[in-house]
């Protein structure tokens, strides 16, 4: 019974459901990133660049021979995948600046100066005692 306690303790544990929460909103909001950069973003980046796709670029590396297709170095897709991930970096920063910007701005409180030391108070009693004795 102790292992099924234990995994049940882990199980419910506030981090871990808010773990799970934050991996389903962040699933959630990836498609809906993927959607603002794919229809919303690239149609006028494209217009803007002239239609460049760069996932035809390759490099035939060996010709096709009868039923075996050919080998390439399909480098055009990875610099597409960078400039998509660039996109999507950017987005998500300016949602996150401006998610940010609606936060309440904390006013922030200034501290009481923190209550002297033992050995600032023993320092100052004797200083006290001594100015006594003069």
């Not at 699933?27 to 996932?55: C, R």
């Not at 075996?68 to 600046?97: C, E, N, R, S, W």
Request: hydrophobic residues 50%.
């Amino acid at each position: 019974m102790g292992f099924m306690k234990e995994f049940r303790d882990f199980a419910v544990k506030g981090n871990v459901v808010d773990m799970a929460v934050g991996i389903i909103i962040g699933a959630a909001f990836g498609k809906i990133v993927s959607s603002f950069v794919g229809d919303v973003i690239m149609p006028p980046l494209g217009v803007l660049i002239g239609g460049v796709d760069f996932s035809d670029l390759a490099i035939i590396i060996k010709q096709a021979v009868g039923e075996a297709p050919a080998v390439t170095l399909g480098y055009g897709k990875f610099i597409q995948t960078l400039i998509d991930f660039t996109i999507i970096a950017f987005a998500i920063f300016m949602a996150v600046k401006a998610m940010n910007s609606f936060k309440k701005k904390e006013v922030e409180v200034p501290k009481a100066p923190p209550a002297p030391s033992k050995e600032e108070i023993l320092l100052g009693e004797i200083r006290d005692l001594l100015k006594e004795k003069k």
